[in-house]
């Protein structure tokens, strides 16, 4: 009833709620605006298979009324949301038998590949290579997430079969990666190492192309990366064999995840005296929130808690012998922690004794090595930068002398975004800076006068201004006219 495209329009956009067309509705609709495909399309059933739902359905009416007003785009988007599998697989057979170019072919695939949740189409795909070989190897790349690597997804292990029985090694390494189930990057790292028929440089070529993400979601400003680990006992095996791989491409696939500890690699690496990477295996260890209730420690964390211990006793131990090293690998531990992966730094300190030594209980012992403060500045973590602030801010001239050499970096928290608690910290390091040396002083003024006019509201300015006033009160010849003491008195009457 609505008079013209636009009032049609505003309809559409007040009737746009949840609900569920059926296709008489959308047959009407359809007809009465070709341009509310768009519509149509956010209002389709939706059929959860695993759910117990109705199996998928496709509109053929509609379909074939799209078609026939040449809207392939609607027509192929209600395809692919609303076609079972079995008609999908029949209609890519038959697409595999009918269509001789091999471009023409991987576009018409792509038009059909069935959208939603619950799909295997994975046996299909493998029949399709099986007729077509490479000719639709540019469509199965492109969709490989979808056949494989969503959470519903079937079993990869036909189309790894069919991959390594062609010798189709650039689709065997994208299928074992994006595999959803880890299980099968797992099992083919195996039959790598299992493999004695393989010679030496091609099992490590072949080693090398499976490690890397499996897959990635990216929006502005943040991005995630899914990576498989690698079981404890193939990594021992991969570590002994081929150590140079597990300091290289294999190093995100061995680290331990929230369930698993990997206690086995740990051992062997401190058994073959490997310092670098039980810090790096020591660094997933270190932001580790523990539970002290024993089911769910039991439940969610097994062996990790005993790890946690034994790594703070034996870095303790380090510490006692010999501050010096034990600075070097604690700043290696924690400059190797991921950014924006600690959270809950307060419990963490309560649940997890390697954290408490080497967060709040070694500031000391970090000022026997300069350059592992140098680093911690620079530490990607925003908690291990603030600890880099706490260390140069003690009542100490080796921390005053570090604090001068690094004051190019310290200046800078005066005017960039930080919490409350971790600027508070570096205003410590930045009025040691200036009681160690004239000129550092000269610079920490000069850039906190600039921070005091900042707009900024949660600024902490009255602790700004306590700095200011200590550096001013330590160095008296930095004052302005403006900030020297006026004693006012009666003048001396001559007689």
């Known amino acids: 009833a609505a008079n013209g495209p636009a009032a ?5 956009e007040e009737f746009d709620e949840r609900f569920e067309l059926d296709e008489p509705t959308a047959l009407a609709l359809y007809s009465a605006n070709p341009a509310c495909s768009s519509f149509l399309l956010r209002h389709l059933p939706t059929r959860f298979t695993w759910m117990g739902s109705a199996k998928r359905e496709l509109w053929r009416i509609m379909f074939n009324t799209a078609r026939a007003a040449s809207d392939d785009q609607l027509a192929f988007a209600l395809y692919r949301r609303q076609v079972d599998l079995k008609e999908w697989r029949r209609d890519v057979l038959r697409l595999a038998d009918e269509v001789v170019d091999p471009v023409q072919l991987c576009d018409e695939l792509r038009k059909r590949h069935p959208e939603g949740w619950e799909l ?3 046996e299909a795909v493998v029949l399709l290579l099986r007729r077509r070989g490479r000719d639709v190897m540019p469509y199965v790349r492109e969709k490989l997430s979808t056949i494989v690597g969503d959470w519903s997804s079937e079993s990869p292990a036909s189309l790894l079969r069919l991959t390594r029985e062609r010798g189709w090694w650039d689709l065997w390494v994208a299928t074992a990666r994006s595999a959803r189930d880890p299980k099968a990057f797992n099992k083919e790292v195996g039959g790598l190492l299992d493999d004695a028929k393989l010679d030496e440089q091609r099992r490590i070529e072949r080693l090398m192309a499976l490690a890397g993400v499996s897959g990635e979601w990216n929006w502005p400003g943040l991005g995630l990366a899914r990576v498989h680990s690698l079981r404890d006992d193939l990594a021992v095996r991969l570590y002994q064999r081929y150590p140079r791989l597990i300091h290289g491409p294999y190093k995100p696939h061995v680290v331990s995840n929230w369930w698993e500890a990997g206690r ?3 051992d062997a690496a401190r058994e073959a005296g490997d310092d670098d990477l039980v810090d790096l295996l020591a660094s997933r260890f270190v932001m580790r929130v523990l539970y002290p209730t024993p089911v769910i ?3 969610a964390q097994g062996e990790i808690p005993k790890i946690v211990e034994d790594l703070a006793r034996s870095f303790e131990t ?7 090293a034990f600075a070097r690998r604690a700043a290696n531990i924690l400059t190797q922690v991921p950014v924006f992966t600690i959270h809950g730094y307060s419990h ?3 649940t997890n004794v390697f954290a408490r030594l080497l967060f709040v209980r070694s500031f000391s012992a970090f000022l026997a090595a300069p350059e592992a403060v140098g680093d911690l500045v620079e530490g990607s973590e925003i908690h291990v930068q603030m600890l880099a602030y706490r260390v140069l801010a003690q009542d100490d001239d080796r921390a005053r002398v ?3 050499d690094l004051l190019g970096i310290l200046q800078g928290t005066l005017l960039r975004p930080l919490h409350r608690k971790t ?3 570096a205003f410590g390091a930045l009025a040691n800076a200036a009681r160690g040396d004239s000129d550092a002083a000269r610079r920490v003024l000069v850039r906190a006068r600039d921070a005091l006019r900042l707009p900024d509201k949660k600024y902490p300015k009255e602790e700004l201004v306590g700095l200011i006033g200590t550096i001013l009160h330590d160095r008296p010849e930095l004052r302005g006219p403006r900030e020297r003491p006026v004693v006012y008195g009666l003048e001396e009457t001559v007689a």
Not at 8 to 12: E, F, G, I, W
Not at 318 to 324: A, H, M, Q
Request: no cysteine.
């Open 8 to 12: 049609q329009a505003v309809v559409l």
């Open 120 to 122: 295997k189409p994975a």
């Open 264 to 266: 086995g690699l740990l």
């Open 297 to 299: 420690s039991a439940m």
């Open 318 to 324: 380090l510490r006692e012998r010999d501050e010096n």
């Open 348 to 350: 963490l300190l309560r």
């Open 402 to 404: 570090m604090a001068v």
């Open 423 to 425: 600027r508070l910290a």
